[in-house]
C-alpha cells in the first residue's frame, strides 16, 4: 500500500520552470529604483532657489569670507556651491514655506 501512494503523489514543479528567477526580480526592481532615482535627480536640478534673503554671509572684522548662516535651518554653511545645494533643498525649502505661508493666527473673543 505504502508503494501505492508514492506512485501517485504529485510531482513538485520545478521552481525554475514556473516563476521568474530571483535575480531577474530583484534586477527588474533595482532598475525601476536607478529610473525613479535618475528621475527625482533630474527634477532637482530643475529647483529655484528659494529664501535667499535667509542666508546671510559671515566674515571677520577684517572682511575676508568665513562661511554662511541660514537663519531659517539655523545652519552654518562653509562653501558658496554647498550654500546653492542648501538653498534649493528640501529641508530649506520646509523651513521656507512654514515660515512664509504660515496663515495669521487670530485671537478667538
Known sequence: ???N???NAVKP???KDTYPSTT???DAKGAREVAN???ILKEEKNVQPIGQEF???LKTDEGSFVNY???LCDCRITDPTAKDQHIKGRRHRLAYNKKVNTPPI???F
Do not use: F, W
Request: proline share 0%; with cysteine; charged share 20%.
Open 1 to 3: 500500500m505504502l508503494g
Open 13 to 15: 514543479l520545478d521552481a
Open 5 to 7: 501512494m508514492e506512485s
Open 55 to 57: 542666508v546671510k554671509e
Open 69 to 71: 548662516h541660514c537663519k
Open 106 to 108: 487670530y485671537a478667538a
Open 37 to 39: 532615482a535618475v528621475n
Open 24 to 26: 531577474a526580480i530583484i
